[in-house]
Each structure stands twice: as C-alpha cells, then as structure tokens.
C-alpha cells in the first residue's frame, strides 16, 4: 500500500486527517495512523490534540447511544466486581441467559433461539455453519451451496469474504476464497441496475427469476440458503431492496426447501428506526436465521448474534441439541451484560422513535441542502437514501457537470471524509459500490448515535454540506 505521503496532493485537505505520520508499533488498516481518541462523552469524541470531534457514523454504525452512557458504565462496573468470565461449555452467566430471553421476546415469536459471538463477521461464520448444521442434522447432507449477492459485505474472514461478493475486500485473498459453495446473484439495487422500461415489480420478478434459475443451476436441493443483507451497508451506502423484493427471495427458498438468511449487522438492532430492518425495509418478511452485532453492544463490548426461527431451533434441538460452533469468548458475561444495559437504554429512553424522528430530520436536511435545485453539489448528488439514524449519500461524477473537476486521483468521498474530520465531523466515506466490478462509485454515511439531537443533526448537516462544497469548488478548474 501506497505511503500516505505519496497518495496527498501539496494542500490537500486529506493531510490533516493522516499527519502527523507517527509512529506506531500497531499495523493500522490505513497507511497512516489515524488520531487517538483519548476520551468521549454521548456523540462527542476528544483527540489526543485536545479537540473535540462530532461523530456523525458511531464508528461504523455501531455506537448507537453514544459513548459514556451511566446506565451501561454502571452495568458494567457491576458485573466486573461479580464475575468477569466464564467458559461458556462449562458454565453460562445471567447477563447471557437474560440476553438472550429479551431478543427471543422482543422478535414477537420470529426467533425461537439465538447463539452468541463476538462480532459482525463472527455472527456471519455463526449463521453458515448454522444453517449448515440444520441440514446435517436433518438428513439433508448434500445440501452445501449458498446464494449470496454481489456487492455485499458480509465480514471479513475467508468464508464471509467468499460468501459476500465485495471486489476491493476479495482482491488480494481471491485465489484462496472457496469459488464452490458460494455462489452470486445480482444486487438488488433498482436506482442502479433497474433497466429505464422496467416497473418495480418487473425488477423484482427478474430478481427473482436469476435466483430460481441459480437454483436450478446449482441442482435446487443442494442450496443451503439465500443470503442478504436487508439493507445494505457500506458497499453500496444505505440501498434498501425494491418492494416486494424480499418476498420473492423467500418465496423462491422456501419452493425449494432452502433457509431465508439475513445479516442485519449493519442494519439491524434499531439503526433503520425498526428493532430489525426486515420489519421496515424488509417486507415484514423474517428469515430463518439472522445476524445481528453492531447496534447489540452499542460499541461497549464485542459482541454479536446469530438468531434462529424455530423451524430451525427444532432441527437443531430434535437431533443433535446443541450448537456445533464456539468460541473461547462466546456469551462473555461483560459483553452480555454491555449489550443487555445498551438494549434496556433504548427501550426505557424511546430511542428508535428518537432516531426515526431525528433520522427523518437529517434525510430531509441533507435532501434540501444537497439535492434541491439552488444546491451547489446537486449536479453530483446521484441519490440520497436511507431511514431511521442511517442515510447515504451517493455521488456521480459521469455527468457534463463533473468535466470541470479533477480529484487528481483521488477519490472524491475520502477526501470529503477528511475535510470533514478536519471540520471536527466523523463521516464515513467509501467508493465503488456503483457497479459490479467495484471500480466506481463514491458515496458517504451518516449514522449517528440513536439519541442524537435536532441541534447536532443540524450541526453534522451544516458541517457535511460545507464540506462537500469545498471540496466541489477546490477540485474545480
Ligand atoms: C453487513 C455486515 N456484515 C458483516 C460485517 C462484519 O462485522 P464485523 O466488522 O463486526 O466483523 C459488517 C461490518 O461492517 C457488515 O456491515
């Protein structure tokens, strides 16, 4: 990977945000090191300089209530003087067991079990081996193949690299990713790929016909499942399914026997306004089994979940009765006890209707600075998009407009992030979600803490817009 020095320009805007080049004994996952966060309070982050940063993205959607929150410190300082560990094949604790009693409940009979782990991608290795398992133990052996999508994320070990279809993540492991049992399907993305003389539900039919034919393809009684995300994430930036769509992938699963799989790392947990996005954005339709992590610890503990339907408890519990999985770390009582006290502050504070009111204030703030007709950035802003406290904004720079800007080679939504970060404003920017091959795109994310303000909405969008206009008239010859 490039120095960071080699990929600035001379007064970028993108050098404050990677200098000074520190030294660090970590292998960071960017070429510089970024700033230290030395302390936090709600959705604001102090820096090792003394600044104070809004952070409009909780890290990466995941920090849901903010930092700080007394409810959780409390709970967790609890827990420590109680019991911090125990090995989850010897022994269980509370926190896990109450966890896990109060997803059951809350998914209002959709999920009869659920496993935990201690991540997003951990909860994705978690649903695979799952839903495998349920076929093994059902004496249906041969079942070995999963349908996922391209442009999708589904973690970042090499089974959730194979099963997700993300060109840039793949790129170096391609060769060592397992090219048998995953198999692909085209995004349901209609802003991008639905055809001009197409209606929605003729998209949706053609959809739904790829993954019937894929089936027939593969030989229908050797696919295990159909996995999506329910609303994606930073692949293509907050893409919701077309209507319907999502009922007509599980139609096609059940015609032939195979599970309905949903990660809703990203999307779920409240982010869209809705406990789970499938309830929003998803149909209604609720899957056999579901991942779920971000939003579950809020950020003050690694955790995640794998949640099952009861079709797929009762194949577990009738044969082998125990889950074939673990980890060292599973239903670590810290963790549980994090994620129970963040899931308690966002029933008793009334957070989800927070984040759908304050969510659909920033969608609409960002549509009028950003997309109306006077709005200096509206010839680039391709879609704005999203619901609840999670909103992308998608860039395209193939217009006649975009002729007099020139990037110098770097990518338009890193250096908004940067400008942005330099503005005391976490973003999170990403590129080539707008076609299959990954090679284009620019969009950023906003998904702030659910219990943020109308006065910080309005200070991110403010931030978000003035920095995107800088960076629209720096870049302009
Ligand atoms: C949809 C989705 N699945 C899986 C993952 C992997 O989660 P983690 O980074 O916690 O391993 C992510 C992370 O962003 C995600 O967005």
Redesign the pocket.
């Known amino acids: 990977m490039a120095p960071a020095a080699s990929i600035e320009q001379p007064g970028s805007t993108a050098s404050f945000a990677r200098s000074p080049l520190k030294a660090t004994s970590i292998l960071h996952r960017t070429p510089w090191r970024p700033p230290v966060a030395t302390s936090a309070e709600g959705l604001y982050l102090t820096l090792e300089d003394g600044r104070t940063v809004l952070d409009a993205v909780g890290g990466?959607a995941v920090a849901c209530i903010g930092n700080g929150h007394p409810a959780v410190r409390k709970a967790l300082k609890d827990q420590v003087d109680k019991l911090s560990y125990v090995y989850n094949m010897q022994l269980s604790n509370e926190p896990a067991e109450e966890l896990a009693k109060l997803l059951i409940e809350q998914s209002n009979g959709a999920f009869d079990l659920c496993g935990f782990v201690s991540?997003?991608?951990e909860a994705?290795e978690g649903v695979m081996k799952l839903a495998r398992q349920y076929f093994y133990e059902t004496k249906q052996p041969q079942r070995k193949n999963f349908i996922a999508r391209h442009l999708s994320?589904?973690?970042?070990s090499i089974a959730t690299l194979s099963l997700a279809s993300h060109p840039t993540r793949r790129g170096p492991y391609e060769d060592i990713l397992n090219h048998d049992n995953f198999h692909h399907v085209s995004p349901a993305y209609a802003k991008r790929f639905q055809k001009p003389d197409e209606t929605e539900e003729q998209y949706v039919e053609r959809l739904k016909q790829e993954l019937e034919d894929k089936f027939l393809e593969l030989g229908p009684d050797t696919v295990i499942g159909f996995v999506a995300?329910t609303v994606v994430?930073?692949t293509t930036g907050v893409v919701a399914a077309p209507k319907g769509y999502f009922k007509a992938m599980k139609s096609v699963c059940d015609k032939y026997g195979a599970l309905f799989i949903l990660?809703e790392?990203?999307s779920g947990m409240g982010r869209l306004g809705t406990l789970h996005a499938w309830e929003s954005f998803g149909d209604n339709v609720a899957p056999d089994i579901q991942a779920v992590?971000k939003g579950l610890g809020g950020g003050y503990a690694s955790i995640?979940a794998v949640l099952m339907s009861k079709k797929v408890a009762d194949g577990i519990r009738d044969n082998a009765g125990l889950w074939k999985h673990g980890h060292t770390y599973q239903a670590h009582p810290l963790a549980c006890v994090a994620s129970l006290a963040v899931q308690k502050v966002i029933d008793e504070e009334n957070l989800l209707e927070n984040a759908r009111m304050q969510g659909g204030y920033l969608g609409a703030l960002l549509r009028e600075r950003l997309d109306s007709p006077n709005a200096a950035a509206a010839p680039f802003v391709f879609d704005i998009r999203g619901g609840g406290a999670w909103w992308g904004v998608e860039f395209d720079f193939t217009g006649p407009e975009a002729a007099r800007l020139d990037f110098k080679g770097q990518q338009f939504a890193m250096i908004v992030q940067a400008r942005c970060l330099e503005k005391s404003l976490i973003v999170m920017g990403m590129t080539g979600g707008a076609n299959i091959s990954g090679t284009v795109g620019d969009h950023l994310m906003l998904s702030p803490a659910y219990n943020v303000t109308k006065e910080q909405v309005e200070s991110i969008v403010n931030i978000f817009v003035e920095s995107i206009e800088e960076v629209l008239r720096e870049y302009a010859f």
């Open positions: 990466a991540g997003g991608t994705m994320f589904h973690g970042n995300e994430g930073a990660d790392v990203m992590a995640g």
